[in-house]
């Protein structure tokens, strides 16, 4: 449908150095069909590409939220945070998205494997 046909074109303007263009398209694509996370998800990465890591961090958690089993989503959102030395940002969003989806076992299971290190020991058991 629309979304679909907007992410192309986004991509197609981007690929053309047309990033702004494609950054407006997009957010005409979320205006449309706000519950569409991979709409969210696509923004993300062009905001990650304009060197708006923290614009990008946000729109995964739009994502992430609408959608607790978008495994694209959660890879981007731990490497993009490591990338920008913000790894709790990860940690933070996967703790929203399971206060959010309690009763969805994806969020928990995401929040699992961003425990990992020695100071969220206690949190993972």
């Known amino acids: 449908g629309w979304s679909y046909a907007a992410r192309e074109l986004a ?6 150095d047309q ?3 494609a950054v407006v398209v997009l957010e005409q694509a979320i205006a449309r ?4 996370p991979v709409n969210h998800a696509e923004l993300a990465e062009h905001l990650w ?3 708006e890591a923290d614009a990008a961090l946000d729109r995964l958690r739009v994502a992430l939220m609408l959608d607790p089993g978008f495994d ?3 890879r ?5 945070a490591d990338t920008s030395d913000q790894p709790e940002r ?4 996967a703790r929203a ?10 969020a928990w299971v995401a929040l699992s494997r961003f425990l990992h290190r020695p100071e969220y020991a206690e949190e993972a058991i």
Do not use: F, T, Y
Not at 76 to 80: A, D, F, I, S, V
Not at 97 to 106: I, K, Q, T
């Open 19 to 21: 990033k702004d263009e």
């Open 76 to 80: 981007h959102l731990n490497m993009w």
């Open 11 to 16: 991509i197609a303007l981007s690929e053309n």
């Open 33 to 36: 069909a706000p519950l569409d």
């Open 49 to 51: 590409k304009n060197q």
């Open 72 to 74: 694209w989503a959660w």
């Open 97 to 106: 998205v399971a206060r959010n989806r309690p009763g969805d076992p994806r």
């Open 90 to 93: 990860a940690v933070e969003v």
